[in-house]
Structure formats: C-alpha cells, structure tokens
T-cell receptor, first 111, second 110 residues
Framework: EPEVTQTPSHQVTQMGQEVILRCVPISNHLYFYWYRQILGQKVEFLVSFYNNEISEKSEIFDDQFSVERPDGSNFTLKIRSTKLEDSAMYFC?????????FGPGTRLTVL | GQNIDQPTEMTATEGAIVQINCTYQTSGFNGLFWYQQHAGEAPTFLSYNVLDGLEEKGRFSSFLSRSKGYSYLLLKELQMKDSASYLC???????????WGAGTKLIIKP
C-alpha cells in the first residue's frame, strides 16, 4: 500500500540554524501539506501546496518558512533560522481529494 | 469563526463501547473527519462524514448532525490497542487545510 514517507525521523539543531525536512508524498496525489504538532498540543496547519505553488498558508508560516517541490517526488519544508519554539513534530500529508494521508513525521528539536 | 470542542480525556473498559463527542462551529461546512493518533505517531484516517447520519465501518462508527454542529465517534468491542487520541477535524474555508480539535485521549483499562 502506498504511503507518505518523511526523512529524517529525528533532527536536532542549534537555534539559528537552517533545517530542511523532506517528504515523499504518495505518487499520484496532487495536494501536499505540512502540519506541525508541539508536544502535548493540537495539530496545526502550516501550508498547502498544489500545482507547484502554495495554495494556502497559516499565520505560523512566516518568512522563515518555505516549501519546495524540487523534483517530481520530493516535497520539502525549509526553516531558515530555527527558534526554540520551532521544536515540534512536523507532519507531511498528501491527498487526491478529501482524505489526507500523513507521513510518520519528523521530530525537530531546537537547542 | 471556526472552532472544535472535544473532551480532553475519557476512560473505558476493554470490550466495552465508548462514544467520543465533537462539537464544531464553522461558516461553511465541507465535511467532518475523525483521525486516530497514537502517542508519537502520525494521525491516521478513520472516517469522513458529509451527510447527516451514522456511518459504520467495522468496530468504528461516526455520526454527524450538521444542524447541531455535532459529531460523535463510536468505538465498539474496545481493545487495548484502541488507547490513543481521537482527533476531530474539518476543512477550512478554502478547503486546502484541516482545522483540528485538540483531541480526546482515550484510555482503555483491562
């Protein structure tokens, strides 16, 4: 069964450093998403991506965040200058329609 | 505005039935989702209701009342592996994002 994959599973970085989180969505899906979940809190929408451009973004998705689909398979989230409060699980998801399929997540820890 | 309310935590006994409620407020309705999330893992899809009524899928059923802004997830024949958080969510205004509830942590006791 096709699934969304994410790498790395864990990432530890120093405050102020750049990180790139990688996702491979399900191959025939057209819509891609990034969500984050701070430990013990609710899942929060960051950004959605369709037809090679951002379709919607939340208030959280400020100038330090960017997304890219560099080739036909990968979908990346870049955080330019990490802050302590960026520590969270970051989930990638993809969909063809209504149901969104989630990847296993990347746990980002900013020290 | 848009809002979702769910109980924070519920406890039930193995083999029993439990109902997890969700109330929501949204200006435009595009369906309601239930996801299961085990600790430290990604949410996994359980159900999607667009029309009023009960939809059954094995041990899990989901109910929706659009006029009341209310949904519930019904879990039957509870198993220990059902211990997880159950998240209620609906698409945002643009339909490109999901708005999530805080989740209900379900604890199953033997």
């Amino acid at each position: 069964e096709p699934e969304v994959t994410q790498t790395p599973s864990h990432q530890v970085t120093q405050m102020g450093q750049e990180v790139i989180l990688r996702c491979v969505p399900i191959s025939n899906h057209l819509y891609f998403y990034w969500y984050r979940q701070i430990l013990g809190q609710k899942v929060e929408f960051l950004v959605s991506f369709y037809n090679n451009e951002i379709s919607e973004k939340s208030e959280i998705f400020d100038d330090q965040f960017s997304v890219e689909r560099p080739d036909g398979s990968n979908f990346t989230l870049k955080i330019r200058s990490t802050k302590l409060e960026d520590s969270a699980m970051y989930f990638c998801a993809s969909s063809q329609g209504d149901e969104q399929f989630f990847g296993p997540g990347t746990r980002l820890t900013v020290l | 505005g848009q809002n979702i309310d769910q109980p924070t935590e519920m406890t039930a006994t193995e083999g029993a039935i439990v109902q997890i409620n969700c109330t929501y407020q949204t200006s435009g309705f595009n369906g309601l989702f239930w996801y299961q999330q085990h600790a430290g893992e990604a949410p996994t899809f359980l159900s999607y209701n667009v029309l009023d009524g009960l939809e059954e899928k094995g041990r899990f059923s989901s109910f929706l009342s659009r006029s009341k802004g209310y949904s519930y997830l019904l879990l039957k024949e509870l198993q220990m592996k059902d211990s997880a958080s159950y998240l209620c969510a609906f698409p945002g205004d643009s339909n490109y994002q999901l708005i999530w509830g805080a989740g209900t942590k379900l604890i199953i006791k033997p």
